[in-house]
């Protein structure tokens, strides 16, 4: 209950801080976006999202907070538009229980309000929350894409999602989970699983993105499997601001 009510007060008290993680893309092979994830700075120290996320969608808290996170990744993306010539997109969580009509407008006012291209904001959803009402979500997908944002469909290959949705969502990228990544090269099985992935993906026009990229056998494996961007250890972990901004001054 004392964590119901901090929690409850860290909005007001501006307690939340988003970290980026960098997206590493093997045909420019440099950083051409990032993941925004939510920090949050308690009186009692640094709590992370899986102490906190899950608290928060069952109080309601994650559609004010998840609306914060909106807004403060597209204004930060934006801010970086201006700095860099080189744009970097950035990809934002969305929670199934911010994942309903309203949350279009909370995009748009966003995007209108920071000024941010469209395109460069990518919105990450998992198969669960897509397949708990398949054709709600269809629609709200249909909606969020007419604004000109991306979709990305988080932690692919651990869900319940078929094949088949693949089809029927408009999504734009697939993250392939870092279950996967783990085990590669040595695990035959995940090693073919990827591959699998990166190929039906290719044939579907969707981008891949490997999550939990940590060592050089796995950027080469998925290079060579044609995958598209690459997160991970490897290259950076989760950075604050500061670290980010110095990250990018340095060469791939
Ligand atoms: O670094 P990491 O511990 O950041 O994130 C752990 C989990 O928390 C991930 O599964 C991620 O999807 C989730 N998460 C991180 N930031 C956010 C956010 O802003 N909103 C939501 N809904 N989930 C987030
Ligand atoms: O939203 P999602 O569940 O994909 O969140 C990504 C999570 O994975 C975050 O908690 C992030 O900190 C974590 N992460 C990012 N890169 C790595 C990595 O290379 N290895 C591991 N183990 N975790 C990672
Ligand atoms: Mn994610
Ligand atoms: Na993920």
Redesign the pocket.
Known sequence: LAMENNLRHALQQNEFELYYQPQFCFATQSVIGCE???RWNSASGLV???RF?PLAEETGL?VPI?GW?LREACHQAKRWQTMSSKPLSVA????AV?FRPELVDDVRKALASSGLEPHLLVLEVTESLLMSDVQGSALLLEQLRALGTRIAL?DFGTGYASLAYLKRFALDKLKIDRTFIMGIPEDKDDSAITSSIIDIARHLNLETVAEGVETRAHVDFLHAAGCHQAQGYFFDR?LPVPEFEKRMREPS
């Open positions: 925004a994830l939510l992370m999202p899986d996320i994650i998840g996170v934002v969580n969305v929670s911010q988080d989760p």
